[in-house]
């Protein structure tokens, strides 16, 4: 499956953004979804993951309560929406997909294809 993220952008402290990841060539609901994210110097560290139905969801103890996943799969598409924003959470957002009807995992290692990254920036 070929993925791709977007929607990053630069906002402030306490702000919100809402990335997208839209997927093509191949049946997109056969597919969980995980999101990534590197900052600079650092590895690439798991964020949030959904399932290939929606039916079951995780975010790392870093961003839960701020960012919801969630996906419509009649439109390839899995959102993370983004609030309260820290400046920790900048970095370069990557979307991966893994053919599995399973739960999901924040695991870089577990998935198999990869989108292009998105950059996020939080600075005021």
């Known amino acids: 499956v070929q993925l791709q993220a977007s929607g990053g952008g630069t906002v402030q402290p306490g702000g919100s953004l809402r990335l997208s990841c839209t997927a093509s060539?191949?049946?997109?609901?056969?597919?969980?979804i995980g999101w990534f994210r590197q900052a600079p110097g650092k590895e690439r560290e798991g964020v949030s993951c959904?399932?290939?139905?929606?039916?079951?969801?995780y975010h790392t103890s870093a961003v839960k309560g701020r960012f919801t996943i969630s996906r419509d799969n009649a439109k390839s598409t899995v959102w993370l929406q983004m609030d309260s924003l820290k400046p920790e959470d900048a970095g370069v957002y990557y979307c991966?997909?893994?053919?599995?009807?399973?739960?999901?995992?924040?695991?870089?290692?577990?998935?198999?294809?990869w989108g292009q990254g998105t950059l996020v920036t939080v600075s005021s």
């Open positions: 060539g191949s049946i997109f609901g056969d597919n969980a």
């Open positions: 959904i399932s290939h139905n929606g039916g079951s969801t």
């Open positions: 991966a997909a893994r053919e599995i009807e399973a739960a999901c995992s924040v695991a870089a290692v577990w998935y198999r294809d």
